[in-house]
């Protein structure tokens, strides 16, 4: 069998920074399935509009597949389109198949549209080694990087990007092969049972994974002694194809090792995938969280890894509601408090340069947030939580809301981190105190750090660093929150009022970690486990600037908690896997961030350049509506800048919405609140300026370009399939103005879209050998639209 070298069948997706600053090791790889589709104009079945959508769904499933699966818990109606999201996963011999995925959108007993990556052979393949791996993955990237790459007329060759590229490829590929080699010589003697112990895969994962080469050295020296240490237990906590095994004991982990055995897909030669039985990790380190297949045969052999961690780029509950909750699911409004100050850079100024801080007041959503943003039921609070009003005091022994004074609650528990604390201990850090009436005003006195002198710049108005990171982090969830990230949809709330998904996983959010520099990541597990968003002080210039006080970094941190609970359905955090997807996450963060700041009067925007102290910010270009500023186009991801480089990938992604949406505004209008209107008393929306005038049985549709971009944004995420392309996404914000709209503004998009060469000509090509372009623009527009 020829080696797979192909880029868009089989790539390696390993983030690093082309900059002197030190970055994580973060490992990311995994295929794309060439059988994988996405369809947005299904036959029609024969069911009333009345229908179970969940009948409709088994109804198209009997007819469309032969192979086993189940429905998942994480399905879900979305309120706002009435569309129901019903998320399958494939069944082959008892074992899920961990990337045989079927979306199906569906409404009015109709299946709009679905994607598909249902496994299509006929047997899972025994005795073979997978077709891809970590070392396919390596070798391939290799390959890659020593041939020229065309861009037009110019040539380029990888390894002339010197050492940072030597550095990138030794950490990454040439180091921890090296190493599994070594402990999978030392260990060939074991017996072949003894192979298949899910304690021996997680040893060579992290063997793999782990960043400090001298403790990859004593695990290999101390293999067995290591494996001896390690312990098995069992969680049946889940349904009994989820169950998991609990390995405890590994060195480099922050948590348990979480083990199941399941099938994955590898492509092969002929353009389809065979099945290898995998042992599915869930691997919790200090700067990763890992979701990692690793072989049942060769556990020394690494199928595919996704960091469930997202860096941003460096320069160059159970039981029933009770009535209080009934009301929350049936959309009344409670206003429960109008408490609440904070002086900060309020959402759309992006940093201290941008304008002038400004004392808001309550200023969180009723519907998003009907206790406002300090309040946790007692049932769903962290044990050694922070005090909470009336603590001690026996007249408050039976309240079942409890009242924090800090930057604690339901949407986020916000905190410094100077010591890098993790493993529950940072809930005793720092945070600035609000007192009874919760005003949250502290100076900002940014000072340089005397000559000599060890510790932390920004020490001295850490209160008010935690203060803005609090702040625009519930902003964030409320804004998300009322255009569809809801609790069912997977949004991170410790209590959830009854209204579906999975509690106990607000946001932790560290400010001014001490974990690193000139950064920021945010780790995305799935539904019901709390995300976890660490910003950094960046030392570019004196005194040093703070990432909690840049909107923009911010903002495209949290948005990975959006793009990642969507796309593929809450319980799967691994969707944005693939080469473009995870790009395309990247971009999402850039684009939601420079939208939520920009004005009625346009501006080119670039990103993060106050933190940076650079103008241009952290992308190569900023972004802009002329293609003289910024050039990028579809086929720019050719480029060699792409080769290695999510970031980059996604600036071409935010740079196609950005110019998508100045057409929607100027065919739309720009409004100056992004946030709807709260409901009346009796439940409904007023329309008002916000959205059109409501129809029956239709959703509410916003008026201008800006506020519609958003809602076709998060509601195309719902409806696109696992491991999107550039096409699938496309393709998904066009079918959700349909789902909106009834597709009044198909032109519009595709006006957008092809100007920036995702037309409806635009080519991607399979299976292009390295040193040549996969990707052509096209510029074309439906005849329709003509």
């Not at 088994?58 to 032969?66: A, D, K, M, P, V």
Request: net charge negative; aromatic share 12%.
């Amino acid at each position: 069998m020829r080696s797979l070298s192909v880029f868009s069948l089989s790539y390696m997706i390993l983030w690093v920074s082309a900059t002197p600053f030190p970055a994580r090791k973060s490992l990311r790889f995994a295929s794309l399935h060439p059988t994988a589709r996405f369809v947005t104009e299904p036959p029609a079945l024969s069911f009333s509009a009345e229908a179970d959508p969940f009948d409709v769904a088994r109804s198209f499933l009997e007819q469309y597949t032969h192979s086993n699966y189940y429905i998942r818990n994480d399905s879900y109606t979305d309120k706002l389109t009435r569309v129901t999201h019903v998320y399958v996963r494939q069944l082959v011999d008892g074992l899920e198949v961990a990337d045989g995925n079927v979306n199906l959108n569906i409404r009015d007993g109709r299946v709009l549209s679905y994607g598909d990556s249902f496994f299509q052979g006929s047997a899972p393949t025994f005795g073979s080694r997978p077709t891809a791996s970590h070392a396919t993955y390596c070798a391939d990237l290799a390959r890659g990087a020593t041939r020229p790459i065309n861009i037009n007329a110019d040539q380029f060759v990888m390894t002339q990007t010197s050492h940072v590229w030597d550095e990138f490829y030794a950490v990454h590929c040439i180091r921890p092969l090296s190493a599994v080699r070594e402990a999978a010589a030392a260990n060939a003697h074991a017996p072949e049972q003894d192979s298949r112990d899910p304690r021996r895969a997680a040893l060579y994962f992290m063997i793999t994974a782990h960043p400090d080469s001298s403790a990859v050295e004593q695990l290999i020296r101390n293999f067995d002694a290591t494996l001896d240490g390690m312990t098995i237990s069992y969680d049946h906590s889940l349904p009994e194809r989820q169950s998991s095994i609990i390995i405890s004991g590994l060195a480099g982990t922050t948590q348990p090792v979480k083990a199941r055995a399941v099938y994955v897909q590898t492509p092969t030669q002929d353009n389809a995938t065979e099945l290898h039985k995998s042992w599915r990790l869930e691997v919790q380190m200090e700067d990763n969280w890992y979701e990692a297949y690793l072989s049942v045969d060769d556990p020394s052999t690494v199928i595919s890894v996704i960091d469930w961690a997202c860096d941003s780029a460096i320069p160059h509950g159970d039981g029933y509601p009770n009535a209080l909750e009934a009301k929350l699911a049936m959309g009344l409004p409670i206003n429960y408090t109008d408490r609440g100050a904070y002086k900060v850079w309020k959402l759309g100024i992006n940093d201290p340069e941008s304008g002038e801080r400004t004392v808001e007041l309550a200023p969180y959503d009723q519907v998003a947030s009907p206790f406002g943003w300090h309040t946790i039921s007692k049932a769903n609070n962290l044990n050694e939580s922070p005090g909470w009003v009336g603590k001690g005091d026996k007249q408050h022994d039976n309240d079942k809301y409890l009242n924090f004074t800090t930057t604690w609650g339901n949407n986020v528990l916000a905190q410094e981190n100077w010591e890098n604390r993790e493993n529950l201990t940072w809930i005793q850090n720092h945070r600035p105190e609000g007192g009874p009436s919760l005003e949250f005003k502290f100076e900002y006195n940014p000072q340089v750090q005397p000559s000599g002198v060890s510790g932390t710049h920004g020490t001295n108005y850490v209160d008010l660093a935690v203060t803005q990171l609090f702040y625009t982090s519930n902003m964030i969830h409320d804004l998300y929150y009322r255009y569809g990230f809801d609790e069912a949809a997977g949004n991170f709330q410790q209590d959830n009022y009854g209204r579906g998904g999975l509690g106990g996983d607000a946001v932790i959010a560290h400010a001014q970690d001490k974990s690193g520099y000139n950064n920021a990541n945010f780790m995305t597990p799935p539904d019901g486990q709390n995300g976890l968003c660490r910003m950094y002080l960046w030392d570019a210039s004196s005194p040093y600037r703070d990432g909690d006080l840049d909107a923009g970094v911010l903002i495209h941190e949290l948005t990975h908690g959006l793009t990642n609970r969507l796309t593929g359905g809450p319980a799967n955090s691994g969707c944005l896997a693939t080469w473009e997807s995870a790009g395309m996450g990247e971009g999402l963060g850039d684009f939601m961030a420079t939208l939520i700041r920009s004005g009625e009067k346009y501006h080119d925007f670039a990103v993060g350049s106050w933190v940076s102290n650079r103008t241009g910010g952290l992308r190569y270009y900023p972004y802009s509506k002329n293609n003289i500023t910024n050039p990028s186009t579809y086929k720019s991801v050719d480029g060699p800048r792409y080769f290695w480089s999510l970031h980059a990938i996604g600036e071409v992604w935010a740079e196609i919405l950005w110019v998508v949406l100045q057409h929607m505004i100027k065919q739309h209008g720009f409004s100056s609140t992004l946030f709807p209107p709260v409901p009346l008393w009796d439940g409904s929306i007023p329309t008002g300026e916000f959205f059109h005038p409501a129809v029956a049985g239709k959703p509410l549709v916003p008026k201008h370009g800006n506020t519609l971009m958003i809602q076709l944004i998060v509601t195309a995420m719902k409806l696109q399939p696992c491991r999107s392309s550039f096409f699938n996404a496309r393709d998904a914000i066009i079918e959700a103005d349909k789902v909106l709209t009834g597709g009044k503004n198909l032109c519009v998009l595709w006006a957008g879209f092809s100007e920036r060469g995702l037309g409806t000509d635009a080519v991607f090509l399979d299976q292009i050998p390295w040193g040549q372009q996969a990707r052509t623009n096209g510029f074309k527009v439906p005849d329709a639209c003509k």
